[in-house]
């Protein structure tokens, strides 16, 4: 077994976590690769060396199949953890070191747990829809998004963008652009943009107007077998699009297409909470608050 340790510059686990991971690692005996940021944080939190052939960079490469991914952070963490990742058939889990992490198995107390999933062979998973975008540019080629693909203004001035669905026209979006979000990215920006909370197992893709200027505009629900056209008109000729947490620089006129990856991601889910109790825990659902 194989872990691929992932994690970015700016969280912060203390030396305590860093170590208990370690000590975790070596006690179940399992190997491990670490992507170079979280080595140097690594090193220069518990003055562990870290040796090179362990490091990877862009790309995990290729790993066992039997191998898991463990993203150490917030949801952020694990949607980057996810690009590096080489083999896509191997199972990825986060520990939140971060905030409310709907995408995270385990919280900093729960690693040990995590770890004896793992080696005992009961880690559960869930396969998670991703999108494939089209159309940013010849060099971009194809790339793939778990949460969602947003179009949105860069300046001051509104965004107009038309979304089709197979070819037909759905919207014409005025205001600060639209969101095109799987069912695990519902809780996430398209959440805070008015949009459903959707169950993981639907088969569905959403489109969450973000600010719009007609207020008869509402988040639309699509199968996730259509083909997605987005048309961006920007006054200035600037707008951004952003594919989970990287974003592009597009022009006026440019038009993007998205649709369901023949890719999916392997998404560890706790065994002991289900996905509407996760809602209620981290929404807060169970709290009165007329109280």
Known sequence: MKILLFSRPKIAPSAEDLKKIFALIERYGFDYAINQEFAE?????????????????????????????????????????????????????????????????????????LFSDIATGRLQYRPRTMLQVCGLDEEQGEITALNEVAAQRLEASMLKVVASVNGQVVAQYNGDGVIVATPTGSTAYSLSAGGPIVAPECSCFLLTPLAPHNFGMRPVVVPDSAEIELEIHARHGKAMLSVDNRTYNIGDGKKITIRRSNEKILLAVPHNITFYEALHSKLMWDVDIRN
């Open 41 to 113: 944080v690594v090193e220069r939190t518990t003055n562990r060396k870290i040796e090179a052939e362990k490091i990877y960079t862009d790309s995990t490469g290729e790993q066992p199949s039997q191998s898991v991914m463990l993203c150490c952070g917030g949801d952020g963490t694990l949607l980057e953890g996810v690009q590096r990742l080489s083999n896509r058939d191997i199972v990825v889990a986060g520990i939140n070191f971060g905030h409310l992490g709907f995408l995270t198995t385990a919280t900093r107390e729960g690693v040990g747990a």
